[in-house]
């Protein structure tokens, strides 16, 4: 799991640029946090959509490709559930579902209080590649 942790650590640049954190990796689990910044605000004074979109997909990205195996999205839907303004908000992903071409995972984010903010769903179609170079 160190290997994909570090492969995400360091090859996704926009979830490094937005500031979210890896918290943990598990076999078709992630968890990841993101720090509430003026930058990820909407004009509501809410945490926009797609930060917390992001959050959830990064999650996602992890968790799916926690095999070794590459995977990509093909397929998600997010329900935004309680506004965020302030604090840290957490990602957690976990596999539904696995077979040999689609993996299926939910993602409950919530706020440093628990309170849910979204949930996220999302289906990867996992390929021969592996997710490591060699």
Not at 5 to 16: G, H, L, S, V
Not at 31 to 58: E, R, S, Y
Not at 95 to 112: C, F, P
Request: charged fraction near 20%; charge should be neutral; hydrophobic fraction near 40%.
């Amino acid at each position: 799991m160190d290997k994909i942790k570090d492969f995400f650590t360091e090859q996704d640049r926009f979830a490094r640029h937005i500031g979210i954190e890896l918290i943990k990796v598990e076999a078709g689990k992630a968890w990841a946090k993101l720090d509430i910044q003026p930058c990820h605000m909407n004009g509501a004074k809410t945490v926009h959509g797609g930060a917390i979109f992001t959050l959830a997909d990064f999650a996602f990205a992890v968790a799916s490709n926690s095999h070794g195996s590459l995977a990509m999205g093909i397929n998600t839907s997010t329900n935004f559930i309680n506004p965020a303004t302030s604090g840290t908000l957490f990602a957690a992903a976990e596999e539904i579902s696995l077979n040999n071409k689609l993996g299926t995972y939910q993602v409950r984010v919530t706020d440093q209080n628990d309170r849910l903010i979204a949930l996220f769903q999302g289906t990867a179609y996992r390929k021969t590649d592996s997710i490591i170079p060699k």
